[in-house]
């Protein structure tokens, strides 16, 4: 099931952060610019964030990885 395009809420929630919280956005911006792949900068940026978004829902390198595949 889909949820808002996304493969699931969680994916979403973490998408929606990551695209307009200005710090995670930067982070972002600076992960990609700095690694390689878009595999090893969901890596890195899962070892900078917190366990949870804001919202409850957990970063994990699948949902970080979708994140950045827009940007």
Same mark, same amino acid.
């Given at each position: 099931?889909?949820? $808002?395009?996304?493969?699931?809420? $969680?994916?979403? $929630?973490?998408? =929606?952060? &990551?695209?307009?919280? #200005?710090?995670?956005?930067?982070?972002?911006?600076? /992960? &990609?610019?700095?690694?390689?792949?878009?595999?090893?900068?969901?890596?890195?940026?899962?070892?900078?964030?917190?366990?949870?978004?804001?919202?409850?829902?957990?970063?994990?390198?699948?949902? &970080?990885?979708? /994140? =950045?595949? #827009?940007?």
């Amino acid at each position: 099931m889909k949820y $808002n395009g996304h493969k699931n809420w $969680n994916h979403w $929630n973490v998408s =929606l952060w &990551i695209g307009n919280d #200005e710090g995670l956005y930067e982070l972002a911006k600076a /992960a &990609i610019r700095h690694t390689r792949t878009r595999e090893m900068a969901a890596e890195y940026m899962l070892s900078a964030l917190p366990t949870h978004t804001p919202d409850g829902a957990p970063y994990s390198k699948t949902s &970080i990885r979708a /994140a =950045l595949r #827009e940007m």
